[in-house]
């Protein structure tokens, strides 16, 4: 079975432009999650999907950020325009049950964005 | 507010000695927690977990963490360690039923 998968691994953009992220969860999982690790800080929760629906959003961090997952299966993060301060290495989850605290969460490789 | 603590950036110990990396929370509520090591290049690998009963909790590659209420820890641990063991290491900690809070990483380093 093939786990979460996240494209690209790495990109590097100039202050301005727009990026967007892709993550495929594992077949099956109705939950999704976006994460960001910046500077060796902590991993920090941006949003999560049940499905199509956006479940949480609290930790995204600005309107400079959008995720989408239409059809509920893969998800989409776009960044426009980039900040330097975006850069950092973004992480996808995905679970599958919902309303589980004890369910663990399956990370992707994460992608390394780093804004010019 | 719920926060997790890794008090150590690096943990260095030498092949075959025991290794502990340490991680305190601070949470409302019934805490599940959760040890995820990431090698380089690779993704977060789920190690082990905590939810109830033995507070010895025993996960992948020969670690275990144990889990102390009263001191709000769970330190992971592995009594010989290996230089395959050499990575970063993640403590997080759930209380709701989404989002994970996490530490911000131990970079364990293994000598031969």
């Known amino acids: 079975e093939a786990g979460v998968t996240q494209f690209p691994s790495h990109s590097v953009i100039e202050k301005g432009q727009t990026v967007t992220l892709r993550c495929d969860p594992i077949?099956?999982?109705?939950?999704l999650y976006w994460y960001r690790r910046v500077m060796g800080k902590e991993i920090k929760f941006l949003l999560h999907?049940?499905?199509?629906?956006?479940?949480?959003e609290s930790g995204m961090p600005n309107n400079r950020f959008l995720a989408e997952r239409t059809g509920g299966t893969y998800s989409t993060l776009k960044v426009q325009p980039a900040e330097l301060e975006d850069s950092g290495v973004y992480f996808c989850?995905?679970?599958?049950?919902?309303?589980?605290?004890?369910?663990?969460?399956?990370f992707g490789p994460g992608t390394r964005l780093l804004v010019l | 507010a719920q926060s997790v603590a890794q008090p150590e950036d690096q943990v260095n110990v030498a092949e075959g000695n025991p290794l502990t990396v340490k991680c305190t929370y601070s949470?409302?509520?019934?805490?599940?927690l959760f040890w995820y090591v990431q090698y380089p290049n690779r993704g977060l690998q789920f190690l082990l977990k905590?939810?109830?009963?033995?507070?010895l909790v025993k996960g992948s590659y020969g670690f275990e963490a144990e889990f102390n209420k009263s001191q709000t820890s769970f330190h992971l641990k592995k009594p010989s360690a290996l230089v395959s063991d050499s990575a970063l290491y993640f403590c997080?900690?759930?209380?709701?039923?989404?989002?994970?809070?996490f530490g911000s990483g131990t970079k364990l380093n293994v000598k031969p």
């Open positions: 989850a995905s679970s599958q049950e919902y309303r589980q605290s004890q369910e663990t969460q399956y």
């Open positions: 077949s099956g999982h109705d939950n």
């Open positions: 999907f049940v499905k199509e629906s956006k479940q949480d």
């Open positions: 949470v409302s509520g019934n805490p599940y």
């Open positions: 905590y939810i109830t009963g033995d507070n």
């Open positions: 997080a900690v759930r209380v709701n039923f989404n989002k994970f809070y």
